[in-house]
C-alpha cells in the first residue's frame, strides 16, 4: 500500500512559478501511473496532469497544456509538477493520486491512492 506526501505548495504573486512534489513510500512507485488533480473552494477536484509508469507518456488538461509540466524520478521514488505563469485560477489544493497500472490515467475515479494535498496560493 503506497503512502503519497505533497509539498511545495506555498503562496505566490501571479506571473511566478512554483515545483511541486509527491513523495511515494511504496518501493515499486515505478510500477504506478501517476496523476495530478486540483480542487479549488466550491469547485470539484479537476483533473491536471498524469503520467505513465515509466515517465514515458503524460497527459494534460488541456486548459493548462504548455504552462505546467508533469515528470517523475522513479529511482527516488518521486513525482513533480513544475508551474509556470501561475495565474490567480491556479489557487487550489493539489493532490497527487497513484495507480498501480501503465496510464496515464486522466479520471480521479481510475486512482486509488491520494495524498493529502498542498495548498497552492497565487495572488494578482
Given at each position: 500500500q503506497v503512502q503519497l506526501v505533497e509539498s511545495g505548495g506555498r503562496w505566490v504573486q501571479a506571473g511566478g512559478s512554483l515545483r511541486l512534489s509527491c513523495a511515494?513510500?511504496?518501493?515499486?512507485f515505478r510500477?504506478?501511473?501517476m496523476g495530478w488533480f486540483r480542487q479549488a473552494p466550491g469547485k470539484e477536484r479537476e483533473f491536471v496532469a498524469?503520467?505513465?509508469w515509466s515517465g514515458g507518456s503524460s497527459s494534460y488538461a488541456d486548459s493548462l497544456a504548455g504552462r505546467f509540466t508533469i515528470s517523475r524520478h522513479n529511482a527516488n521514488d518521486t513525482m513533480y509538477l513544475q508551474m509556470n505563469?501561475?495565474?490567480?485560477?491556479?489557487?487550489?489544493?493539489y493532490?497527487?493520486?497513484a495507480q498501480p497500472t501503465i496510464g496515464p490515467l486522466s479520471t480521479a475515479?481510475?486512482?486509488?491512492?491520494?495524498g493529502q494535498g498542498t495548498q497552492v496560493t497565487v495572488s494578482s
Open positions: 511515494a513510500s511504496e518501493r515499486t510500477r504506478y501511473a498524469a503520467i505513465s505563469i501561475l495565474k490567480p485560477e491556479d489557487t487550489a489544493v493532490y497527487c493520486a475515479r481510475d486512482y486509488y491512492y491520494w
